[in-house]
């Protein structure tokens, strides 16, 4: 790599830590404006806040805007270059613009790889701390919570399918528990009309229930009792939580909490499906706009910088739009959750080769 190129690495990288610096102060101050009546009047303290609520909530920041940071960072220093006169002078001496791309292209296939780890592993095991403490401090945050057709793991064989989830009353009706016997066999079924958490005791009582056993070459074995008490790794927390419960989750746990699913023949599934390739197809969005960028920056315009980023910006605004747009048709079945995830992305990626066809080389 040559000496420019290095240089080109070390001020890109150096422009998306400053854009992204600037992105989670924005965020923060626009958040703790929003929501610092509801911290302090639900008892929460400022230093608990500011030492345990943003620290976890940064890496979330982070998730959602590398991509804004790193394609600001290619539009500032590529325009930079280009009103400097470097990009004409490196192409009147037989530079093309796809060779000058190579450190751009490099750094953004780190960007994307790392933040596919980052995004993968790290951002879900902090997004724990930020929605506790979201449902315990802004009740706002608990509109999203959903109430029907909740399905959760009791274990790594085990899966609770509730129809309808009473958050206030603690209470759950046409409750079904499925026990898997290996990989596809369902062994064990307990169904019952309603289920409801005993906190004193701290146990599920389950109302109307009848129990099925099922044995290779056998006819099941049904058991029917007007109640019991039982105790679950699933609490009322749990069933509470928000639809998003892929999205908060890490790549292997949610590849074993859908293939759960699966096995116990849970339908409905387009949402967390469409969270789960999100998680491979969002980080492609870090090179695909740097690939954008680059071409859009470095030809010369009337208006300089300005009109640079204005023009980035949209491009940044409709793709990121377009991302959000197509989630609905994901879950609503209009499109393949795969479909949905990766659309966006193969579209704006046809754009940049599009983009760079047309760029002067």
């Not at 590529?78 to 791309?101: C, D, K, P």
């Not at 009353?169 to 169904?191: C, E, F, I, P, Y």
């Not at 999205?247 to 967390?272: K, N």
Request: charged share 15%; proline share 4%.
């Amino acid at each position: 790599m040559t000496t420019f190129e290095w240089h080109i690495v070390k001020r890109l990288a150096k422009g998306f830590v400053l854009f992204v610096g600037a992105l989670i102060v924005f965020f923060i101050v626009l958040h703790w404006v929003e929501y610092s009546d509801d911290f302090l009047d639900r008892g929460a303290t400022i230093q608990e806040v500011f030492t345990v609520f943003y620290p976890n909530y940064i890496p979330e920041i982070v998730r959602l805007t590398s991509p804004l940071a790193l394609f600001l960072s290619c539009i500032y220093l590529t325009g930079t270059l280009a009103q400097e006169l470097q990009l004409i002078a490196l192409q009147t001496s037989g530079v093309s613009l796809y060779q000058l791309m190579r450190p751009y292209v490099g750094v953004g296939l780190f960007v994307t790889v790392f933040m596919f780890g980052f995004n993968g592993w790290v951002v879900p095991k902090t997004n724990e701390v930020v929605v506790r403490y979201e449902n315990e401090y802004l009740p706002g945050s608990q509109t999203s919570t959903q109430t029907s057709e909740l399905h959760r793991r009791n274990g790594p064989n085990s899966i609770l399918s509730v129809g309808y989830y009473d958050s206030d009353r603690k209470r759950a009706h046409t409750v079904s528990l499925q026990q898997l016997a290996g990989d596809t066999r369902l062994a064990r079924r307990v169904d019952a009309h309603r289920m409801e958490w005993v906190d004193s005791l701290g146990v599920w009582h389950l109302d109307d229930v009848t129990r099925r056993t099922f044995v290779e070459g056998e006819a099941q074995r049904k058991q029917t009792v007007a109640s019991l008490d039982t105790t679950l790794q699933i609490y009322p927390r749990d069933l509470a939580r928000s639809k998003n419960d892929v999205a908060a989750m890490t790549i292997p746990a949610a590849s074993e909490y859908l293939a759960a699913l699966r096995r116990s023949g849970v339908g409905g599934l387009t949402r967390p499906l469409v969270a789960y390739y999100n998680k491979f197809a969002y980080p492609f969005a870090n090179l695909i706009l740097l690939l954008i960028g680059v071409p859009i920056a470095s030809t010369r315009r009337r208006g300089g910088q300005a009109v640079r980023f204005a023009v980035g910006l949209s491009v940044a605004f409709v793709y990121l739009s377009v991302q959000k747009l197509a989630e609905p048709l994901g879950y609503a079945g209009t499109l393949s959750p795969a479909l949905t995830a990766w659309l966006p992305h193969v579209t704006f990626a046809l754009v940049a080769l599009v983009v760079l066809w047309w760029a002067r080389k």
